[in-house]
């Protein structure tokens, strides 16, 4: 069985594409990387949040995950619901819910550790919960209940969630 030892991209890999990137290639512990591009959540039709200075967390073997600024979000829409997890990196999060609903469709980090300050109330959303965009491309979630990355065009795996990847 392969494991992973973070000095080289795994021979199962895809490799990745001009304009793309392999997430076997991000790091660990994650990074964060600004984003410039149009990042936008919808409920339906309705906008939910639209930015282009959007937070991307890389993590090696996960597909991005984009967090949003407080200032670009429609927090009239949304309410906080009940429950916390913990990230071995980035702390305690907690979730919030479509108001009328318990179901939660974004997380975020009030008091995030040091290496992950600059994501304080920011938001992310779940992709298949809510629609999420990147540059006008509709976004797939990652595989897994549990997971929040987007997977677009631009990043290569496999990923994270898929079958077979509990080791990981």
Do not use: N
């Not at 595989?143 to 987007?150: E, K, V």
């Amino acid at each position: 069985m392969w494991q992973y030892t973070g000095d080289k991209r795994p021979p199962f890999a895809t490799t990745p594409g001009p304009d793309q990137e392999s997430v076997w290639d991000y790091p660990r512990p994650p990074a964060l990387a600004p984003c410039e591009l149009l990042v936008e959540v919808k409920h339906g039709t309705s906008l939910l949040a639209s930015t282009q200075g959007a937070l991307r967390v890389l993590e090696t073997a996960s597909p991005p995950t984009f967090y949003l600024p407080p200032d670009c979000i429609d927090w009239a829409r949304l309410s906080a619901v009940s429950g916390s997890s913990f990230c071995e990196w980035k702390g305690t999060a907690r979730y919030w819910s479509l108001r009328g609903s318990q179901q939660p469709v974004a997380w975020g980090y009030d008091h995030p550790s040091k290496p992950f300050a600059d994501i304080a109330g920011y938001l992310s959303f779940f992709p298949a919960r809510v629609g999420c965009f990147v540059a006008g491309e509709r976004v797939q979630p990652q595989p897994g209940p549990f997971y929040g990355g987007w997977i677009t065009r631009s990043v290569t795996g496999p990923f994270k969630g898929e079958p077979g990847t509990g080791h990981w």
